[in-house]
Structure formats: C-alpha cells, structure tokens
C-alpha cells in the first residue's frame, strides 16, 4: 500500500479538476493512476511516472534522463512512456485516470477522450498541439483509444508525484531496477455480482407420497 501519510494517487485524482469532463461520483473506480511529468534544463531533461492501482499499489516507477529541446516535448513523451508501460501490462477494458501539471496536455488528453467517444463530432474544442510532440501525441491518442475510459486531472507541479522522478534521474535510478507488478485490483464490492446456489434437494421437504 502506499506510504502511511502521502496521498494516493487516486487521493490526488479524486481532489483536481478534469478539464472539459465533469467529475461523475464514480470517479475513483478508476482501474489504474498514471502521475507523469517531463523536465527540461540546459544540463538536461528528465522523465518521470509513477503508475499505481486504486488501492494504492504500486505498480510501475521510472525516472530516465532524456535529450529533449523544451519543457513541452519532455511533458508529451513522458505521458507517452507511461501509457505505453500501463498499455502492456492491462486489458483493454482498463479505467485510467491521469495526473498532470501541464495545463494544455490535459486538456488535449480529455478533448481526445472525448473525441475517441464520438468520432463523427470530433473534441469539443480544437487541440493545440506543440509542432515537435506530434508523434507522441500521436502515440498517445492511440494510447487513449485502447483504454475503456481515461481522463485527465490537472494538479500543481509541487503536487506531482513524478516530478522528483523527473527532475534528478540520476538520483532516482534506482526504480528503474525495480519489478513491475502486473496486477489488477480486486472490483468494488457494488461491482460484484453475488451468485446464490440453488437450494439443496436434501433441504426440500418430502411430500407425503416419497
């Protein structure tokens, strides 16, 4: 479970706003919470993801240096790495919810949820795509598609758990070594559907003529 104190997060989704989607109560049924984060510097950028169950389980850390030209493709591609490891390790009818703290790529994300939903209408406002993530947008959408459900909360970059991960790779190396769990949580006990036998024939009352 996760660390006694620090929210989940689920805890952190359920608390941020979703950009062009209303929260619907159900909201923490999500299967699966993705907190990614992308950063860039002239010594260097980094990527970070974090990928948790419901419950709090840690499934996936990462946290790699990468050659990026700015702040935005270093958000984007590092989205795209954590949808992509999500991607390999669940069904298709997965519910995901992801944390981001870059304003635009939310809202791209949640346009293209919606737009997945209704190809004919497309999203309910134009994307506003940085020229150089193209291919990850691109990657990312089709990531989008393949889910039963995803959206995205925004929440404050001092919030985001991914954000260590991507800021100081070199010192975060470590969970890069660490085992993937590939695990899906039990489902809501108002999910379940509870099946009751039929009665036994030796509890049925014998009438007169047996």
Known sequence: MAAYGRPTLRDLFDESPTPHIAHPPRTHHRDFYIASDGSFSDSGGGLGVIIETRDGE????????????????????????????????????TRVGVLI??????????????????????????????????????????????????????IDSGENPAHPLANAPEQYAHVNREPDRCMLP??????TVQQFPPPSRANRQRHASD
């Open 58 to 93: 840690r499934v996936a850390r990462r946290s790699l240096p990468d050659d990026v030209p700015d702040n935005n493709v270093a958000e984007y591609r590092a989205l795209h790495l954590g949808l992509d490891i999500l991607d390999a390790r669940t069904p298709k009818n």
């Open 101 to 154: 703290d870059h304003d635009d790529l939310a809202a791209n994300v949640n346009r293209a949820t919606i737009a997945a939903k209704q190809p004919t209408i497309g999203p309910p406002h134009p994307f506003s795509i940085p020229t150089m993530t193209r291919y990850h947008w691109r990657g990312i959408r089709a990531r989008i598609a393949g889910f039963q459900e995803l959206r995205a909360a925004r």
């Open 186 to 191: 039990p489902k809501p006990i108002e999910e």
